[in-house]
C-alpha cells in the first residue's frame, strides 16, 4: 500500500491529517465504549434486582389469590370488572447516540372495580401484588430492551475501533513510513548532487 503512493510533501501532509483523524476517533469510540459498557452494567444490576423482587411478589400474589379461591371460590367475575391499564407510554433518551427505551405508566396504588362486600382481603391483597407485578414487568421489559440496544452499539462500537486501530492507523503510518524515509533520501540525494556539483564548479573555476 504505501509503495503506491507518491512520496510528495503535500502527501505527507494529507495523510498526517488522516492519521490524526483516525487516532481521535479510535479516542472517541474507545470512550464511548467504555461508556456504553458502564451503562450497560449498572442496568444489568438493575434488572437483577428486579427480578428477584418479581419472582417474590409473584409468590405472594399467587397464594393470595389461591387463598381467595379457597375462601371465596372461583374470582372468574371479579376478574371480569377489572379495568383495562391504558397508561403505558414509551419515550426514549439518548446515551451517546444509542436511543433507550423509557417506559412510563401508572404507579398509583390500585382501586378495586370489584365489588368488596363479596371479597376478602386475600383477594384485595392478590390485586394489589399483581399490579406492583405489572410495574416491575414494564421496568424489567425497559431495562432488558436497553440491555439489548446497549451491547449491539457496543458489538458496533467495538468493531469500528478495532478497524482503526488494527487496520487504517497501522496503515496510515506504514505509508507515512514510506514518505517520510523516501523524502529523506531524495534529501541526502539532492545534498549529495548539489556537493559533487559544487565541487566540479569549483575545479573548474581552479
Not at 472517541?28 to 459498557?37: A, E, G, S, T, Y
Not at 371460590?73 to 433507550?100: C, F, K, P, Q
Not at 414494564?138 to 452499539?153: C, F, H, N
Request: charged share 25%; aromatic share 6%; glycine share 2%.
Amino acid at each position: 500500500m504505501a509503495q503506491q503512493v507518491f512520496a510528495t510533501k503535500g502527501n505527507l501532509i494529507a495523510y498526517k491529517k488522516s492519521l490524526d483523524l483516525a487516532t481521535m476517533g479510535y479516542d472517541l469510540l474507545d470512550r464511548k465504549r467504555h461508556i456504553l459498557v458502564r451503562e450497560m452494567m449498572q442496568l444489568i444490576e438493575q434488572a437483577q434486582s428486579i427480578q428477584d423482587q418479581i419472582e417474590l411478589v409473584y409468590t405472594n400474589a399467587y397464594n393470595s389469590l389461591k387463598i381467595a379461591n379457597i375462601t371465596l371460590g372461583s374470582e372468574a367475575n371479579a376478574s371480569v370488572v377489572v379495568n383495562t391499564d391504558n397508561s403505558l407510554e414509551i419515550d426514549y433518551r439518548s446515551v451517546m447516540g444509542v436511543e433507550i427505551p423509557i417506559v412510563n405508566m401508572n404507579t398509583e396504588p390500585p382501586v378495586a372495580s370489584y365489588f368488596i362486600g363479596d371479597t376478602n382481603s386475600k383477594l384485595d391483597t392478590a390485586f394489589k401484588n399483581f399490579h406492583e407485578v405489572k410495574i416491575l414487568t414494564a421496568r424489567l421489559a425497559e431495562i432488558e430492551s436497553s440491555v439489548y440496544r446497549l451491547a449491539t452499539a457496543i458489538g458496533k462500537t467495538q468493531k469500528r475501533a478495532n478497524a482503526l486501530k488494527n487496520i487504517v492507523i497501522p496503515k496510515y503510518e506504514s505509508i507515512l513510513k514510506f514518505i517520510t524515509e523516501s523524502l529523506e533520501e531524495k534529501e541526502r540525494e539532492d545534498f549529495s548532487r548539489l556537493k559533487v556539483i559544487k565541487a566540479q564548479k569549483e575545479k573548474e573555476n581552479n
